[in-house]
C-alpha cells in the first residue's frame, strides 16, 4: 500500500464525460489498496471566463479606474477549482467510493498575502492523513489557500501543480502523480521534431531548467517544490485507459518520473532541447566601466518586476567603457526601454540598441558536468546550418544560445540530432 497525491489539470477535467473518467483512474488506486488524495483545477477554459468577468467589471460599472480589489478577485476566481472538486466528489461517491471535497481554507493551506500570486507557507496535513487513513478520498481544490487576513488567496495560473506537490510533502507521499493531456516529458517538444523521446526519468535540475525554458509540462514552482521537498513526481496523461496494462503499477507507471539525480542510473549527457520564443535584446553601448554600474541598471529592472536573462559584458580595451547586452521578454521590451531611459543619468550610457524576434534555444543534461565538449558540439552544428549566435550562456548543467526567431526549429532539430537524441 501507497500514499499517492494525483493531482488532474483542467483538459482533463473539462466536462463531465472526463471528470468521470478521472474518477475511473481514482478508484484504480483505491481498489489497489492505497491511500489517495486529489488536486483538481478548475475545468478548461473556466479559469479564463471568471478572470474575464472580473476585468470587465469596471467598465461594466462605468468606473473610472480599471483596478479592482485583488481580494474579490482570489474569491471570484477560486471557484473554478470548487466546483470540479464538488463535482469529482460526487462522481467517486457515485463508484461507491467514500469521498469528500477540501477547499484550500478547510485544510489549510496557508499562503502569504499576495492575493493572485500568494505563496504558500504552510500546510497541515493531519486531518486528511487521518481521513485517508479511514479509507477516504480528499478532493481538494488547488490554485488556492488561506492568506493571513483569513480570506481566499490564490497561487496564479499554473498553481495547481504546486498545491498538489506541496500537499504531497505535507502528507509525506509515496508519490505524487501529475495527469495532464501528455503522456510525459520529452527530448524536446514533438510538434517540431516528430522524433522527440519520451523520457522514463529526468532529474528536478533538468526539469527546472526545461520548465523555465518553455516546457509546458509543468509549472516551475512545482519543480521548485518537488525538488526542496524530494517529493517523486511522476507526469501522466489522464486520456489512457484507466484499466489499461501497467496503469496501476507502483514503482513504474506510464510517464516520466522527476526525481532526484542519485535516483538515475544512466546519467546522459544531454537530456533535452528547449526553447524560448519573444525573446528581445536591449544592448547599452559606452557604459562607464565603475563599480555600481550593473547595479544601477538591473536595479531598476527588478523593481519594475522586469525578467532579465542573458547578460553579456564587453570592455573597451583601455577599461574605460563597457557594453552591456542583455535579453528580457519581448512584451517587456518597451517597458524597459522606459526604465532604463529614466535611469540615463544614473546610468551614464551613450546609445541604448534593441532587437526583438529572437528566441533562446538551450541544451540541458546533468551528464554535461563531468564532459567535456558539449558546448563546442553545438557551436559547430549551428554553424553548419549557417545560424549565427547572438548570445551564450552557460551553467553546470546547461547552455542557452540566443538566435533569430526563423532559425528556431532548425536549430532544436539540428541540436536534438547532433546530441543522438532521436537515436536511443
Not at 473539462?14 to 489498496?33: C, F, Q, S, T
Not at 478520498?137 to 506541496?166: I, K, M, Y
Not at 525578467?307 to 521590451?333: A, L
Amino acid at each position: 500500500m501507497a500514499r499517492i497525491v494525483m493531482k488532474f489539470g483542467g483538459t482533463s477535467v473539462a466536462d463531465l464525460d472526463r471528470i468521470h473518467n478521472v474518477a475511473r483512474h481514482v478508484k484504480r488506486e483505491v481498489d489497489a489498496g492505497h491511500e489517495v488524495a486529489v488536486v483538481v483545477s478548475a475545468m478548461s477554459g473556466k479559469t479564463n471566463e471568471l478572470v474575464g468577468w472580473v476585468q470587465g467589471m469596471p467598465k461594466a460599472t462605468g468606473a473610472n479606474s480599471p483596478f479592482y480589489d485583488a481580494r474579490e478577485y482570489d474569491t471570484i476566481v477560486a471557484s473554478g477549482e470548487q466546483v470540479t472538486s464538488g463535482l469529482l466528489a460526487i462522481a467517486l461517491q457515485s463508484m461507491g467510493i467514500n469521498a469528500r471535497s477540501w477547499q484550500g481554507w478547510q485544510i489549510p493551506i496557508k499562503t502569504d498575502n499576495a492575493h493572485g500570486a500568494a505563496r504558500i507557507l504552510d500546510i497541515n496535513g493531519e486531518e486528511i492523513i487521518r481521513r485517508m487513513g479511514e479509507g477516504q478520498v480528499a478532493v481538494v481544490a488547488g490554485f488556492q489557500g488561506l492568506g493571513p487576513d483569513n480570506r481566499v488567496a490564490t497561487l496564479g495560473r499554473g498553481g495547481s501543480d504546486t498545491s498538489a506537490v506541496a500537499i504531497a510533502a505535507a502528507v509525506k507521499a509515496d508519490r505524487c502523480d501529475i495527469y495532464t493531456d501528455v503522456d510525459g516529458v520529452y527530448t524536446t517538444d514533438p510538434r517540431i521534431e516528430p522524433k522527440a523521446r519520451r523520457l522514463k526519468q529526468i532529474a528536478f535540475e533538468e526539469m527546472l531548467e526545461m520548465a523555465s525554458l518553455g516546457a509546458k509540462v509543468l509549472q516551475v514552482r512545482s519543480v521548485e517544490l518537488a525538488m526542496v521537498h524530494k517529493v517523486r513526481t511522476f507526469v501522466r496523461s489522464s486520456f489512457e485507459d484507466p484499466d489499461a496494462p501497467g496503469m496501476g503499477d507502483l514503482l513504474n507507471p506510464p510517464g516520466t518520473l522527476i526525481c532526484d539525480e542519485d535516483e538515475i542510473v544512466e546519467q546522459e549527457v544531454v537530456t533535452g532541447i528547449a526553447y524560448a520564443k519573444d525573446e528581445a535584446q536591449i544592448s547599452l553601448r559606452r557604459v562607464a566601466d565603475r563599480p555600481g554600474v550593473s547595479a544601477a541598471i538591473f536595479g531598476p529592472l527588478a523593481e519594475a518586476h522586469i525578467n532579465v536573462d542573458m547578460i553579456v559584458q564587453n570592455t573597451s580595451e583601455d577599461g574605460s567603457k563597457t557594453d552591456m547586452t542583455f535579453t528580457v521578454p519581448s512584451g517587456d521590451m518597451e517597458k524597459s526601454l522606459k526604465v532604463l531611459d529614466a535611469a540615463r543619468d544614473k546610468i551614464g550610457f551613450d546609445v541604448i540598441q534593441h532587437e526583438t524576434g529572437l528566441v533562446k534555444v538551450s541544451v540541458i543534461g546533468i551528464g554535461m558536468r563531468s564532459h567535456a565538449g558539449v558546448a563546442a558540439s553545438a557551436f559547430h552544428a549551428l554553424a553548419e546550418k549557417g545560424i549565427n549566435i547572438k548570445a551564450i550562456t552557460t551553467s553546470e548543467i546547461k547552455i542557452s544560445i540566443l538566435i533569430d526567431g526563423p532559425y528556431a526549429e532548425l536549430a532544436v532539430r539540428t541540436l536534438h540530432s547532433v546530441y543522438g537524441l532521436d537515436k536511443k
